[in-house]
């Protein structure tokens, strides 16, 4: 069964700070994993896509990193700042890209 | 601006009343689709249109009627809804053919849906 789970489910840290969101999946066949941000009353927004051959990729403090033969993915944000409170949803594609499976995402809010 | 764009943002209804929910996109994309949001659950994908032919129902209750009149445009029309219909619905777009294939999902703003 495909599946994308997501831990943790929830996560607050102070402004400033570092944290490490992850992904595990067993979606097959794997096509590529996107991270999403998705801000309280809005929809998602993509903040990067990993494909099969990249280890890693980086969008500002945005790090993601994928190990395909461990189906796991984290997202590391740096330096983390007021707007980054959102929920993170991680989205795997599968069956040539047509099919997406979601996970439930980590809601994370960043304290002053 | 996400290029896909979604009327109205917020909506409170009875359980006998009809409305309907608008997404229209700006991007080119083929493919649409509608996604129900639920408190601490997975986005749960309702339908999907391509080149404006279904090809995708979620075994979605009756109640939820879609209609997609054109590529660019996507409607969800609701009828006798329950109050555990209460969600965020969200409209997305992305291409689906040829060099595009696997494109991102791009998301509306949701249509935050109240079923009294």
Known sequence: KNQVEQSPQSLIILEGKNCTLQCNYTVSPFSNLRWYKQDTGRGPVSLTIMTFSENTKSNGRYTATLDADTKQSSLHITASQLSDSASYICVVSAQGAQKLVFGQGTRLTINP | ?116
């Open chain 2, 1 to 116: 601006e996400t290029g896909v764009t979604q009327t109205p943002r917020h909506l409170v209804m009875g359980m006998t009343n009809k409305k309907s929910l608008k997404c229209e996109q700006h991007l080119g994309h083929n493919a649409m689709y509608w996604y129900k949001q639920s408190a601490k659950k997975p986005l749960e994908l309702m339908f999907v249109y391509n080149f404006k032919e279904q090809t995708e129902n979620n075994s979605v209750p009756s109640r939820f009627s879609p209609e997609c009149p054109n590529s660019s445009h996507l409607f969800l029309h609701l009828h006798t809804l329950q109050p555990e219909d209460s969600a965020l619905y969200l409209c997305a777009s992305r291409a689906t053919s040829g060099r595009f294939k696997g494109g991102e999902l791009f998301f509306g703003e949701g249509s935050r849906l109240t079923v009294l």
